[in-house]
Every structure is written in structure tokens, then in C-alpha cells.
């Protein structure tokens, strides 16, 4: 009799999926999967799927699926499925804060239609020497787009017990460049957990295939209502996935851009020149009338180029740290 199982992990076309208690070590059956057809990655942890003598039979229809657009494989890289959250996780410093990054994160969420929040994790750092004065000035603008900032310290602390209120009784996806402190956050909430933190990655573990794989972990925060449900206790989950240097999202043209940017989306078409403005150099621009009003940051209209012009390009980027 097939059975239901929770994919954890994977690693080429070997899939740890949960059945129960147990783990087992599951192969695809028959090698493809006619549900996850044009993807680099077959599945992705939180993928629900049927298995029998440790072959995968088939995958259940995901509620939704959060992906980037690998250049390498010129496929969309399957991240994580069916979750309720994603998490942009970043630094004030070391690495440096890259507010573009984060946008570009937050345009797959809104077009994988899943809430997102931007969690800046370091922020022990802000008001010390040689962190940019701008960052809280940029989270501040996050927030009034209607993007929740968790801000949190793993190495102090602070802001952590907000962080777990924020992620109970959710299931989340973390994504960030390395070096932001994703491990030592995922630590922080999953103290029994063996993670290697940035020391010892850097030192002995340096192209392992572990650190390019996403992994699906359980937060012990018990007894916590779902949030809509209050009568139903959630459980807290995470998936962890490596650091990336570079997110093309996946799945948006660049024309359709305008409409995954909150506080442009209501602009589109509204331009004199209708949907043919390309928002650059036209006179009677609501875009650029925006920007210069301040509804729309500076630093988001330079997102939006630049982002556009990447969806529209066919460079190739190295895609991992
Ligand atoms: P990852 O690559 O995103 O998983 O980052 P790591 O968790 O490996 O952390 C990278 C480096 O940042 C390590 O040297 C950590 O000690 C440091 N780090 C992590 N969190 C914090 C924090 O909240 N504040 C400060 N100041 N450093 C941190
Ligand atoms: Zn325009």
C-alpha cells in the first residue's frame, strides 16, 4: 500500500522523505515524475508525496511552489513547496545589506502569491562603525509598503522570541546570501540541530554539496495556536536553503514586473503612454511621478530596471557563494 510522506531533503535523485517517524530514503520511481516535468529539480522539501518500498509514486498537487530561475540549468530550481511564508534574511553588514536582493526575493514571493517579510538578522551591528547609516532608513520603507522587518541578533538574542512569535505554528522558507547568519539563526531555533556556522564551512567544508541543498526542519515551539485556527496547534517548520548570490526570479516576464512591486502594481497602465511606457525617459510617467513624490523609493525604481533588463537578458551568473 502506497503511503503519505513529507520531503525533507534531497540530493540529486536521492529524497529523504518523512513518513511518520520514520526517515526512509526514497528513489524515483521509474526516474520522472510526469507532475514535476521542465523543472532542474524534480521536488523540493515540503513537496507531499506517495511512497511504497521506497520509490516515490507520485507528487500531490502543490498549494504553491517557491523557485528562482537557475541560468546554469536555464530551468526554474525548485527552492521549497507549499509554505506559508518566506523569509528574506539579511545583514546590515558582512556582508554588506543589499536591499536589491531582497527585492528581487520579494517579487517571486508575490508572484508565487506566498506572504513574505524581510528578517535582518545582525542587528547588534546598527549604529557601529562601518554599517551604512541607510539600512534602517531602507527597512523603514519596507514596512511601508506593507512588508513586516523582524529585525534580530543570533548572536545576542535580541529579537529572537519576537522571530519565533512571528514563525509559529507557520512553515517557512529561509533565503539569503551566505554569510548573513541563516545557520546561526536556524541554531538559534533549532538548538539540537548540527549545522555547521560560516568558521567552519569556510575552513573545511568549501564546495560540500551539503551547504547547496535545502533542508526541512521542525521548530520546537509547542503548543502554539495557528494564528487563523486558534483552535488548532500548528507546528513550526523551516526550510533552510544554501546561500545564494544571485536571484533571477522565475516565471515573471518583464513586461508583468510592474505588478509584483506593491507600490508600483496600481501604477500599470496609468502611464500617458499606457502600457508601452517604459518608465524611463516618457513625459506624463506615474512611475517616475511616484518617485519623485516619494511614494515609490529610489532605490526600488532602480530595482525595477534593473530587474526588468535581467528578465528580458540572457547573461549567465555564477548562482551559489
Ligand atoms: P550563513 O552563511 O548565512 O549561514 O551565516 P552563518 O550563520 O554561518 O554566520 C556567518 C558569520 O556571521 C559567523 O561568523 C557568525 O558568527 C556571524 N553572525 C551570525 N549571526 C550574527 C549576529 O546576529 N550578529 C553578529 N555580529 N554576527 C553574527
Ligand atoms: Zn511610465
Redesign the pocket.
Known amino acids: 500500500m502506497p503511503v503519505k510522506g513529507l520531503v525533507i531533503r534531497f540530493s540529486r535523485n536521492h529524497f529523504t522523505v518523512r513518513v511518520g517517524n520514520e526517515e526512509l530514503q526514497c528513489g524515483i520511481k521509474g526516474k520522472i515524475l510526469k507532475e514535476a516535468k521542465g523543472y532542474y529539480n524534480p521536488l523540493a522539501p515540503g513537496d507531499l508525496v506517495e511512497v511504497e518500498n521506497g520509490q516515490i509514486l507520485a507528487l500531490e498537487k502543490r498549494r504553491n511552489e517557491f523557485a528562482r530561475f537557475n541560468q546554469k540549468g536555464q530551468a526554474p530550481q525548485l527552492l521549497a513547496a507549499n509554505v506559508d511564508l518566506v523569509l528574506c534574511v539579511t545583514s546590515p553588514a ?1 556582508p554588506p545589506f543589499r536591499p536589491r536582493f531582497l527585492d528581487r526575493i520579494l517579487i517571486q514571493a508575490d508572484a508565487a502569491e506566498i506572504p513574505a517579510a524581510v528578517v535582518c ?2 542587528y ?2 546598527i549604529g557601529s562603525r562601518g554599517v551604512d547609516s541607510d539600512v534602517e532608513e531602507r527597512l523603514s520603507d519596507f514596512e511601508r509598503i506593507g512588508c513586516p522587518v523582524v529585525r534580530v ?4 538574542g535580541e529579537g529572537l522570541d519576537d522571530f519565533r512569535r512571528f514563525i509559529r505554528g507557520k512553515f517557512s522558507v529561509l533565503i ?1 546570501q ?7 539563526l536556524v541554531k538559534a531555533l533549532v538548538p539540537d540541530i548540527q549545522i555547521r ?3 567552519i ?1 569556510e575552513k573545511f567544508n568549501r564546495g560540500n554539496h551539503t551547504t547547496t541543498q535545502s533542508v526541512l526542519l521542525d521548530v520546537p515551539i509547542h503548543d502554539v495556536p495557528i494564528h487563523d485556527d486558534p483552535g488548532h496547534v500548528g507546528i513550526t517548520r523551516i526550510i533552510d536553503t544554501p ?1 545564494i548570490r544571485r536571484f533571477v526570479p522565475s516565471g515573471v516576464q518583464g513586461e508583468d514586473l510592474i505588478l509584483y512591486m506593491r507600490e508600483f502594481a496600481s501604477l500599470a497602465g496609468k502611464c500617458d503612454f499606457g502600457l508601452s511606457c517604459s518608465h524611463q525617459n516618457e513625459s506624463g510617467c506615474k512611475v517616475k511621478e511616484a518617485v519623485v513624490a516619494g511614494h515609490i523609493h529610489g532605490d526600488r525604481y532602480e530595482s525595477f530596471l534593473r530587474i526588468r533588463q535581467d528578465l528580458s537578458g540572457s547573461q549567465v551568473y555564477p548562482d551559489y557563494d
Do not use: I, R
Not at 541578533?153 to 545576542?156: E, F, I, Q
Not at 551566505?178 to 546561526?184: D, N
Open positions: 558582512f538578522n545582525k547588534d551591528l541578533s543570533a548572536s545576542t539569503g551566505s554569510g548573513v547568519g541563516k545557520s546561526s556556522t560560516g568558521a564551512n546561500g
